[in-house]
Every structure is written in C-alpha cells, then in structure tokens.
C-alpha cells in the first residue's frame, strides 16, 4: 500500500509518492491499493484539475483509506469534496483540508 501526493509545485512529503499531474495520479491509483491520498486542485495553467482524479475515483469505484484535500482553491476544495462525501463508501474518512502535522511525521516515521 502506497501514499500519494498530487501537487505540481509542493513538495513531496515523506514516505510518499508524488504525483505532478492528474495523469501520473490516475495511473497509481489504478495500480496499487492506497492508503493516504492528497490532493491539489490547480495543477498548471490548462491542466487537468484534482477534481478530474475525483471523478476517476468514482468512475472506477476505487477509492483510499484516506483522503485530504491540501489545495488552497477554495471553490476547488468544494467541489471534490462534494463529489467525495456523496460517492465515498462510509469506510473513507475524507478531510476537508491538509493533513495534520502529526500524521506526517507518523507516514516519515514509517519510511
């Protein structure tokens, strides 16, 4: 099981895999089972958004353990969240926002 990061300009927390587009982010998420994922929403002038990875997760009905949402577009945030909280099996725990401190230095422990 693998954590993953979509950002196209952050840094990559440790003890994860980063995902500079929606494209690369897809493709792992249909390769192997993921336990944290966290997602931007703008990812580069006429790229496709986070939100397009939301819908792959729908579409394909496989979704992580779970899910933060660390972008700072607001409306962005929004609008995964909605798809998110309507589609997610119950089991997901889905977070409006960034991941705590704590959880990242439990992920940078593990590695």
Not at 24 to 30: F, G, M, R
Not at 78 to 91: E, F, K
């Amino acid at each position: 099981m693998i954590h993953v990061f979509l950002d196209d300009f952050r840094p990559c927390p440790q003890g994860f895999v980063l995902a500079r587009n929606a494209e690369e982010c897809k493709q792992l998420i249909d390769a192997e089972p993921i336990g944290i994922l966290s997602l931007d929403y703008d990812l580069g002038w006429n790229e496709p958004t986070g939100y397009e990875v939301v819908c792959h997760l729908v579409e394909r009905a496989k979704y992580p353990e779970q899910v933060y949402l660390h972008t700072s577009s607001a409306a962005g945030r929004i609008q995964m969240y909605h798809l998110l909280s309507t589609h997610a099996p119950m089991h997901v725990k889905l977070f409006n926002g960034p991941m705590p401190s704590a959880v990242l230095e439990e992920i940078a422990k593990r590695k």
